[in-house]
């Protein structure tokens, strides 16, 4: 357990390199001492410096990389198939050689790799090959053991090479003969692509709304091939070979031999891949005829693939399974002993399914930001069910090469329980409810608790109930709000989010860049609902959380510009809303409605079609509260100056200044015609350039007007015919209109 510690420090503090030696021998020294001695202390010390100094030796991204991205070399073998994202098409690849500035990098071998720009989907580079070319590397500089992302401009910065892993030949070759099973019907070809993607690691044939679905109810992990599909292969060998009369041991050499094939097939991804090693860990362990204490044993394999990878530490998936685990071993029975009023099974099944949900919400809602009540009830009866669809997908697979009647029947199977599955999928997702991070003192005590509530310490059980108290007390809090009306710009890393708040009712403008931060922020906020969902334009940094929030939240309607509908990312956000039975509500100039307790009034841009994204960016006076704000998106001066010459009401008493206060915008005459009281710099914590610029903030302090830049969550709020007060900033206290005096 110290190791566990050591490589969660190590993580955040990465030792230096010089010290990997050092560690390594401090660590042999302890263990010497704690096996001479047998002193607790000595363990502790020793299995602190193993994972200190596995941390030391892991790769690392390099310190350079810091907010922006560093731009590389390398050459990779494609692992998968396109899925086409909000960024651009993605996949994953194994790097096998990284480089900057001529000097090589370290780095985990799988990668996302990302190609911006208009490729089709033929031109893109096929799994199994490889290529050279030219990109740039960004990741997290807070968690330099993390892995990277690698973005390409284009596909003219690719290179083929000759060659590539035979492996991946091989898994053509399965998708291929799976897809001829199928034949023509779509039904048994999603069964194929469903197929492909649990046994050969290839995702590009999933649809998109399968997926969706089963991620409302927590359930997704059932198509990401991890290490529950280890554990059920397993279970279907072992089955088969008790079936046949194979022995013990027998059976035990034949399943580590199916899980390691199975591990190499399925693409071998770092979930795989530990789950594999643990499960042959065992099977050796148990053939080598040690008696195992289950709780010492789990420890041992989790800290165990700690060290062998400290960076898993970061995946949630990792944490989700290593916590969980623990947490049944150590709690599912004394659990069960409490309820020996009922019967054996219906105890223990209750045991598992409480357990479980304790263990995995706080979990679950840290990373995912929603937690289903009803979900481990759903997982608990999805498994057996999973566990057809892999025999299913796995029988399928072997025989759809040779005998393509036999793969059909079997097809049809997979199709049929994925529809099943589907259907407890949507009961499991019925009960959702956002679930906002822990603030990071509670983080930390969480994690303190939870740790002991892992060990055998007397204390245990009391730490145990103190986080469950923990969690449930964190749900359901209501945030004290001050103010009947706010607008509360999110504290998403980049881009703009802009929340405007009436009584219960809530609109989001535009939602940030990256995916789960305007999900994560407004269920931060407590707001569980949305009237409306607005994007102003298509750009990455305004629409890059809408996916999320159309899958995930409920929002009452999808609003956009009307000439920018036919947009691909647009198109893409429409599909969902769909998909979703939610209303779309395409915007021009002219329009007036209400939202709720706000008068909404469109004034740019008009219907008829207009030249560049960001000067088409809508524009909207929003009254609330006897306060009127005015979005403008990312407009530019030629867009200011055009809006102003189509005699639009401008004049607002709070201005989101236009492209983020870019000098691109806010000319002297648009703010002297707005006039704001207070304008707002919607730019996110850390904007990817020098967000608002000097020459414009020095036009607003002139008008005069507050400026209000943004360090984190900014919100303003407002009692109807109230001052506007600010929070979040340094408390300034704006009088409207008459004074414009600060306190
Ligand atoms: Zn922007």
């Not at 990792?318 to 916590?323: G, H, I, K, V």
């Given at each position: 357990m110290s190791s566990t510690v050591?490589?969660?420090?190590?993580?955040?503090?990465?030792?230096?390199?010089?010290?990997?030696?050092?560690?390594?021998?401090?660590?042999?020294?302890?263990?010497?001492?704690?096996?001479?001695?047998?002193?607790?202390?000595?363990?502790?010390?020793?299995?602190?410096?193993?994972?200190?100094?596995?941390?030391?030796?892991?790769?690392?991204?390099?310190?350079?990389?810091?907010?922006?991205?560093?731009?590389?070399?390398?050459?990779?073998?494609?692992?998968?198939?396109?899925?086409?994202?909000?960024?651009?098409?993605?996949?994953?690849?194994?790097?096998?050689?990284?480089?900057?500035?001529g000097t090589p990098l370290q780095h985990e071998r799988e990668i996302e790799l990302y190609i911006a720009g208009s490729a089709a989907l033929s031109e893109l580079p096929g799994a199994g090959t490889r290529w050279q070319g030219s990109g740039e590397l960004?990741?997290?500089?807070?968690?330099?053991?993390?892995?990277?992302?690698?973005?390409?401009?284009?596909?003219?910065?690719?290179?083929?090479?000759?060659?590539?892993?035979?492996?991946?030949?091989?898994r053509d070759r399965g998708v291929g003969a799976l897809q001829r099973a199928a034949g023509v019907s779509p039904r048994l070809l999603r069964a194929a692509g469903l197929a492909s993607a649990l046994m050969l690691g290839r995702r590009e044939e999933l649809q998109e709304g399968e997926v969706t679905s089963l991620r409302r109810s927590g359930m997704a992990h059932l198509l990401a091939v991890a290490g529950l599909h280890v554990g059920l292969v397993a279970g279907f060998f072992w089955l088969v070979l008790f079936g046949l009369g194979v022995g013990p041991r027998g059976r035990r050499w034949l399943i580590a031999v199916a899980v390691f094939a199975f591990a190499l097939l399925s693409g071998g991804n770092a979930p795989v891949r530990r789950a594999a090693t643990a499960t042959i860990a065992y099977l050796v362990a148990r053939q080598l005829g040690r008696p195992?204490?289950?709780?010492?044993?789990?420890?041992?394999?989790?800290?165990?693939?700690?060290v062998l990878e400290p960076a898993a530490v970061l995946e949630p998936g990792f944490q989700l399974?290593?916590?969980?685990?623990?947490?049944?071993?150590?709690?599912?029975?004394?659990?069960?002993?409490?309820?020996?009023?009922?019967?054996?099974?219906?105890a223990s099944a209750l045991a598992v399914a409480l357990v479980a949900q304790c263990a995995s919400m706080p979990l679950v809602g840290q990373h995912f930001v929603a937690v289903a009540p009803l979900g481990v009830v759903a997982n608990l009866a999805a498994m057996p069910l999973a566990f057809v669809l892999v025999a299913a997908s796995l029988v399928a697979l072997v025989?759809?090469?040779?005998?393509?009647?036999?793969?059909?029947?079997?097809?049809?199977?997979?199709?049929?329980?994925?529809?099943?599955?589907?259907?407890?999928?949507?009961?499991?997702?019925?009960?959702?409810?956002?679930f906002p991070p822990f603030v990071v003192l509670l983080a930390g005590v969480f994690g303190a608790l939870a740790a002991l509530a892992l060990t055998r310490s007397r204390w245990s059980a009391a730490a145990a109930l103190a986080a469950v108290a923990i969690t449930a007390a964190w749900l359901v809090t209501p945030l004290p709000r001050p103010f009947p009306h706010e607008l509360r710009a999110l504290a998403v890393s980049d881009g703009m989010a802009v929340l405007v708040r009436s009584g219960a009712g809530a609109v989001l403008v535009d939602a940030g860049r990256?995916?789960?931060?305007?999900?994560?922020?407004?269920?931060?906020?407590?707001?569980?609902?949305?009237?409306?969902?607005?994007?102003?334009?298509?750009?990455?940094?305004?629409?890059?959380?809408?996916?999320?929030?159309?899958?995930?939240?409920?929002?009452?309607?999808?609003?956009?510009?009307?000439?920018?509908?036919?947009?691909?990312?647009?198109?893409?956000?429409?599909?969902?809303?769909?998909?979703?039975?939610?209303?779309?509500?395409?915007?021009?100039?002219?329009?007036?409605?209400?939202?709720?307790?706000?008068?909404?009034?469109?004034?740019?841009?008009?219907?008829?079609?207009?030249?560049?994204?960001?000067?088409?960016?809508?524009?909207?006076?929003?009254?609330?509260?006897?306060?009127?704000?005015?979005?403008?998106?990312?407009?530019?001066?030629?867009?200011?100056?055009?809006?102003?010459?189509?005699g639009a009401a401008v004049r607002s008493d709070v201005l989101q200044l236009p492209h983020h206060g870019s000098r691109t915008s806010s000319t002297a005459s648009f703010l002297r015609a707005v006039g704001p009281v207070l304008a707002l710099a919607a730019t996110g914590v850390s904007p990817r350039f020098a967000y608002p610029d000097r020459t414009v903030a020095e036009r607003v302090r002139r008008l005069p007007s507050v400026l209000v830049s943004q360090p984190g969550t900014v919100?303003?709020?407002?009692?109807?015919?109230?001052?506007?007060?600010?929070?979040?900033?340094?408390?300034?206290r704006v009088h409207r209109r008459q004074g414009r005096e600060r306190e």
């Amino acid at each position: 357990m110290s190791s566990t510690v050591a490589v969660v420090v190590g993580n955040l503090l990465p030792p230096a390199q010089v010290w990997r030696w050092p560690l390594v021998l401090c660590a042999l020294a302890a263990l010497a001492l704690a096996l001479a001695r047998r002193r607790r202390l000595w363990w502790v010390a020793a299995g602190t410096c193993t994972g200190l100094a596995a941390c030391a030796f892991a790769a690392r991204l390099p310190l350079a990389i810091g907010e922006k991205s560093l731009p590389v070399r390398f050459t990779v073998a494609i692992r998968d198939g396109w899925v086409e994202s909000t960024q651009g098409f993605r996949t994953r690849a194994r790097l096998e050689q990284l480089e900057w500035r001529g000097t090589p990098l370290q780095h985990e071998r799988e990668i996302e790799l990302y190609i911006a720009g208009s490729a089709a989907l033929s031109e893109l580079p096929g799994a199994g090959t490889r290529w050279q070319g030219s990109g740039e590397l960004s990741g997290g500089a807070r968690m330099p053991l993390g892995s990277g992302v690698l973005r390409v401009k284009s596909l003219l910065l690719l290179r083929p090479l000759p060659g590539g892993p035979w492996l991946d030949g091989v898994r053509d070759r399965g998708v291929g003969a799976l897809q001829r099973a199928a034949g023509v019907s779509p039904r048994l070809l999603r069964a194929a692509g469903l197929a492909s993607a649990l046994m050969l690691g290839r995702r590009e044939e999933l649809q998109e709304g399968e997926v969706t679905s089963l991620r409302r109810s927590g359930m997704a992990h059932l198509l990401a091939v991890a290490g529950l599909h280890v554990g059920l292969v397993a279970g279907f060998f072992w089955l088969v070979l008790f079936g046949l009369g194979v022995g013990p041991r027998g059976r035990r050499w034949l399943i580590a031999v199916a899980v390691f094939a199975f591990a190499l097939l399925s693409g071998g991804n770092a979930p795989v891949r530990r789950a594999a090693t643990a499960t042959i860990a065992y099977l050796v362990a148990r053939q080598l005829g040690r008696p195992l204490v289950p709780l010492p044993t789990t420890w041992a394999i989790v800290a165990g693939l700690m060290v062998l990878e400290p960076a898993a530490v970061l995946e949630p998936g990792f944490q989700l399974s290593a916590f969980v685990t623990l947490a049944l071993v150590r709690w599912v029975g004394p659990v069960q002993k409490r309820l020996v009023a009922l019967p054996r099974w219906l105890a223990s099944a209750l045991a598992v399914a409480l357990v479980a949900q304790c263990a995995s919400m706080p979990l679950v809602g840290q990373h995912f930001v929603a937690v289903a009540p009803l979900g481990v009830v759903a997982n608990l009866a999805a498994m057996p069910l999973a566990f057809v669809l892999v025999a299913a997908s796995l029988v399928a697979l072997v025989l759809a090469g040779w005998w393509r009647l036999a793969g059909a029947a079997l097809l049809q199977l997979v199709a049929a329980t994925q529809w099943t599955l589907d259907g407890v999928s949507r009961l499991g997702g019925l009960g959702s409810v956002p679930f906002p991070p822990f603030v990071v003192l509670l983080a930390g005590v969480f994690g303190a608790l939870a740790a002991l509530a892992l060990t055998r310490s007397r204390w245990s059980a009391a730490a145990a109930l103190a986080a469950v108290a923990i969690t449930a007390a964190w749900l359901v809090t209501p945030l004290p709000r001050p103010f009947p009306h706010e607008l509360r710009a999110l504290a998403v890393s980049d881009g703009m989010a802009v929340l405007v708040r009436s009584g219960a009712g809530a609109v989001l403008v535009d939602a940030g860049r990256a995916p789960m931060e305007a999900w994560r922020e407004l269920s931060r906020a407590r707001v569980h609902r949305l009237d409306a969902l607005v994007i102003t334009h298509p750009d990455i940094d305004h629409i890059g959380g809408a996916a999320v929030l159309l899958e995930r939240a409920r929002v009452g309607a999808l609003m956009y510009p009307l000439v920018l509908a036919e947009r691909r990312e647009i198109g893409r956000l429409r599909r969902l809303a769909r998909e979703r039975g939610i209303p779309e509500c395409p915007l021009a100039a002219g329009q007036l409605f209400r939202i709720g307790d706000a008068t909404c009034e469109v004034l740019w841009p008009p219907a008829r079609p207009t030249s560049a994204d960001n000067n088409a960016s809508l524009v909207m006076g929003v009254g609330v509260g006897g306060i009127r704000l005015l979005i403008t998106g990312d407009l530019e001066a030629s867009g200011e100056a055009a809006l102003l010459a189509s005699g639009a009401a401008v004049r607002s008493d709070v201005l989101q200044l236009p492209h983020h206060g870019s000098r691109t915008s806010s000319t002297a005459s648009f703010l002297r015609a707005v006039g704001p009281v207070l304008a707002l710099a919607a730019t996110g914590v850390s904007p990817r350039f020098a967000y608002p610029d000097r020459t414009v903030a020095e036009r607003v302090r002139r008008l005069p007007s507050v400026l209000v830049s943004q360090p984190g969550t900014v919100s303003v709020g407002w009692e109807t015919g109230g001052p506007l007060v600010l929070a979040g900033g340094e408390g300034v206290r704006v009088h409207r209109r008459q004074g414009r005096e600060r306190e």
